[in-house]
């Protein structure tokens, strides 16, 4: 949350059954209202609230679709509708979006950055005035990478270059806010992203070296979940098939692999 000219400005509202009473009676008790809500991108997890909150929602134009329609929401993070109950997010009630905006606009005192590569329209909002970036799913806590085994992205090099303009900002002594771990700065926030890059890229190795013999995308979500000691659980490998969806492309489209068929769609090294 952020305040601007005496109103608060709310950051990714959330989801929850009692998130937004919860919200509510902190911002009365700094004698506020809630004059606007800025989201980060429109995952259900970040967007679930807004309707139950009496402001207008702002969000980049590339999110637009996904936050207003729940279906949209379940193709990006499953591929298609997905059963009921099997996302961890599931979320079946549209979310009105009042307004859009691009990177590099302001809004309420904060710039939106560009920070794509976990979504398409995925934006930070940088508070120059209190040196701090709110970094949403631009990169991940420990935990969070340990306990999935695979940073959630649709695009493994534009999620990349996220972590490497956050490096910049975290040098620069920016706090960095996300949403899933803990605020970090300095050499805490270095650290952290770096983790997140060594992720991707031993993930990315890992993929090329079980790709000697030919693999279909499920199985090899599946063997890089057990290399890093993650439970398999069909909500989770569902989760991670998006991620090595998004690898294997970046893989194919260097030609570092192939497609091939054999009892199925399969990818191999070349």
Request: charged share 25%.
């Amino acid at each position: 949350m952020r305040i601007f000219d005496g109103k608060a400005v709310l950051i990714d509202p959330g989801h929850g059954s009692r998130r937004h009473k919860d919200l509510l009676r902190e911002v009365r008790k700094l004698g506020l209202t809630i004059w606007a809500q800025l989201a980060t991108h429109g995952h259900a997890d970040h967007v679930a609230l807004a309707p139950r909150i009496d402001a207008p929602l702002y969000i980049h134009r590339f999110e637009f679709s996904i936050a207003e329609s729940p279906l949209t929401r379940e193709v990006l993070t499953f591929g298609s509708k997905a059963p009921n109950g099997f996302l961890a997010f599931q979320f079946p009630e549209e979310v009105k979006v009042h307004g859009l905006f691009e990177w590099g606009d302001e809004l309420f005192g904060l710039e939106a950055l560009r920070l794509d590569g976990h979504s398409p329209g995925m934006t930070g909002f940088k508070d120059e005035a209190n040196g701090v970036i709110y970094a949403g799913d631009s990169f991940f806590g420990e935990r969070l990478i340990k306990s999935v085994g695979v940073p959630y992205f649709v695009e493994v090099d534009l999620f990349r270059e996220a972590l490497g303009r956050l490096t910049d900002y975290a040098k620069a002594g920016y706090l960095l806010i996300l949403s899933h771990g803990k605020p970090v700065i300095g050499n805490e926030a270095i650290e952290l992203l770096e983790l997140n890059l060594q992720r991707v890229d031993g993930v990315e190795n890992l993929a090329l070296e079980l790709l000697k013999k030919p693999m279909g995308i499920d199985e090899l979500a599946f063997r890089v979940m057990k290399h890093y000691g993650v439970e398999v659980t069909p909500q989770r490998l569902a989760l991670n098939l998006v991620p090595i969806r998004a690898l294997i492309a970046g893989l194919y489209n260097k030609n570092l692999i192939e497609a091939v068929v054999e009892e199925g769609l399969k990818m191999e090294n070349c």
